[in-house]
Structures are given as structure tokens and as C-alpha cells.
T-cell receptor, first 115, second 110 residues
Framework: DTAVSQTPKYLVTQMGNDKSIKCEQNLGHDTMYWYKQDSKKFLKIMFSYNNKELIINETVPNRFSPKSPDKAHLNLHINSLELGDSAVYFC??????????????FGQGTRLTVV | EDQVTQSPEALRLQEGESSSLNCSYTVSGLRGLFWYRQDPGKGPEFLFTLYSAGEEKEKERLKATLTKKESFLHITAPKPEDSATYLCAVPASNDYKLSFGAGTTVTVRA
């Protein structure tokens, strides 16, 4: 059973389109995250939810909007996609807020390519 | 400003050739330092957490150590399956964010 699963694994789309990436965790964790990994491998946090409440909202374009229908799911919607949005997006979860006392579990990533 | 710097960027080793990776940080009031391993096309996988200077953790051929300003990940007698990118991360000084370094990509040749 996959602990943190995100779909799709690959996403190729044209500029200007709107797309969504879905994430689900079956670990019973309270906190979920979205990270962006650019071509230089830097992992940067975008958002974090704890029990469906937004607790981290980094400076990202407001074209990016997270939605957490319940604490096992955290989806990422991206409007009006731009070339610079191309990256690998990782969903993660942890038992505690900020994964400071316990490990974070990551999904396999979604490679988004905007053409 | 909190910073996490890893060196070297890349490390090519012969099988059995031990080496060390460095992670230096500038965070006030360190609340933990994490090491993760990332294989190509996959998400990071947790390896260790270190909380205080002098602490050491081991897992198979890997040993992580921590001082007040940096952490080392020692790879002893590596095998090709140890090839991966190794990431370190620390929580920010004043909030819940984990700041990751850029990683060290290790390639072990048979």
C-alpha cells in the first residue's frame, strides 16, 4: 500500500491551461505539504495544511491554490500555467506540524512540463 | 536568514571508497536536522534525525553526525546501491518550515 500517492506522475500541458494534482495519504497523519523541486534540485515548501487548516502559505503566485477536502487529501490547483511552473511537485505528510519531530513521507512526485 | 548548504554538489566514488558529505546550517535554536535520500524519479525518503551536537545515528553503511554548525553523512565502503542524492533539512528558526539543502548527488561505481 502506497503511503502517500499523488496523481498524475507526469503532466504535460500548454501555457495558459488550468490543471490539478491530487494527493492522498493513508498514514493517518494530521499534516500535509506541497513542495516544488526545481531543475537544480532545491526542494521548496509551498503550502502546508494541518487538519484541513492552512498553516504555511509561502510566497507563491496566487495562481496556485491548495485544497484540502479532508485531512487525508491535499490537492493542488494551478491556473493559467506558465513556462516557469515546470518542475517536479511533491506532496508529503507527517504526523506532527512541520515534520520537526517525526519524519515526513513524500509521494513519488508529479513532473509538470508546460509547453 | 536561515540557510542550509550542502557540499560537495556531486561525489563520484569507487565501490568501497569511503567518503563524507557535509551539511552546514545557520539556524538559531536548532530543533533538529534531518537527512533524506532521494533516488531519481522518486520522492525523498527519510534516513535520520539528529537533535543535539555530538549525536550520531547509523544505518547500514551510513552514519550521520552533528556539531553546532554542521552535520556530516559518512558513507563507509559504499556500494552501487548507495547511489542517490542525499538531502539535509532543518526547521526554520521561527516557524514550521523545513528548509532543504540542494543535496549531494553520490554515484558509486562498481
Amino acid at each position: 500500500d502506497t503511503a502517500v500517492s499523488q496523481t498524475p506522475k507526469y503532466l504535460v500541458t500548454q501555457m495558459g491551461n488550468d490543471k490539478s494534482i491530487k494527493c492522498e495519504q493513508n498514514l493517518g497523519h494530521d499534516t500535509m505539504y506541497w513542495y516544488k523541486q526545481d531543475s537544480k534540485k532545491f526542494l521548496k515548501i509551498m503550502f502546508s495544511y494541518n487538519n484541513k487548516e492552512l498553516i504555511i502559505n509561502e510566497t507563491v503566485p496566487n495562481r496556485f491554490s491548495p485544497k484540502s477536502p479532508d485531512k487525508a487529501h491535499l490537492n493542488l490547483h494551478i491556473n493559467s500555467l506558465e513556462l516557469g511552473d515546470s518542475a517536479v511537485y511533491f506532496c508529503a505528510s507527517s504526523q506532527d506540524v512541520g515534520a520537526m519531530n517525526t519524519e515526513a513521507f513524500f509521494g513519488q512526485g508529479t513532473r509538470l512540463t508546460v509547453v | 536568514e536561515d540557510q542550509v548548504t550542502q557540499s560537495p554538489e556531486a561525489l563520484r566514488l569507487q565501490e568501497g571508497e569511503s567518503s563524507s558529505l557535509n551539511c552546514s546550517y545557520t539556524v538559531s535554536g536548532l530543533r533538529g536536522l534531518f537527512w533524506y535520500r532521494q533516488d531519481p524519479g522518486k520522492g525523498p525518503e527519510f534516513l535520520f534525525t539528529l537533535y543535539s551536537a555530538g549525536e550520531e545515528k547509523e544505518k547500514e553503511r551510513l552514519k550521520a553526525t552533528l556539531t553546532k554548525k554542521e552535520s556530516f553523512l559518512h558513507i563507509t565502503a559504499p556500494k552501487p546501491e548507495d547511489s542517490a542524492t542525499y538531502l539535509c533539512a532543518v526547521p526554520a528558526s521561527n516557524d514550521y518550515k523545513l528548509s532543504f539543502g540542494a543535496g549531494t548527488t553520490v554515484t558509486v561505481r562498481a
